[in-house]
């Protein structure tokens, strides 16, 4: 199992930054598609963004051109710029390791996530 730890969240008003961090201990990082995922009160957690060992990426339609997933596989970490945020965005934000044929499948254990919460 690798170990991931969230950090990043916080408070904003709508229309807001913030930048998501995720660091992941051992050695498979590298070669492993890692993707964001939210959970809302009330709701299932849903994919947010995933991105392929080799740079490729994908949005969830929700967050197309407001949010952006990279990575930093010297520093094991994978980040997400979130920008004009909306009220809706608020939620607990989670990384995982994800499947290449299924980026919707989390490959580990869940980390502790990180909290977003919009104001409007």
């Known amino acids: 199992q690798v170990q991931l730890v969230e950090s990043g969240g916080g408070l904003v008003q709508a229309g807001g930054s913030l930048r998501l961090s995720c660091v992941a201990s051992?050695?498979?990082?590298?070669?492993?598609?890692m993707g964001w995922f939210r959970q809302a009160p009330g709701k299932q957690r849903e994919l947010v963004a995933a991105?392929?060992?080799?740079?490729?990426?994908t949005y969830a339609d929700s967050v197309k051109g407001r949010f952006t997933i990279s990575r930093d596989d010297v520093k094991n970490t994978v980040y997400l710029q979130m920008d004009s945020l909306k009220s809706e965005d608020t939620a607990v934000y989670y990384c995982?390791?994800?499947?290449?044929?299924?980026?919707?499948?989390?490959?580990?254990?869940w980390g502790q996530g990180t909290q977003v919460t919009v104001s409007s």
């Open positions: 995982n390791l994800v499947s290449i044929t299924n980026w919707h499948m989390p490959l580990n254990s």
């Open positions: 051992g050695s498979t990082f590298k070669i492993n598609a």
């Open positions: 991105i392929t060992s080799g740079g490729g990426t």
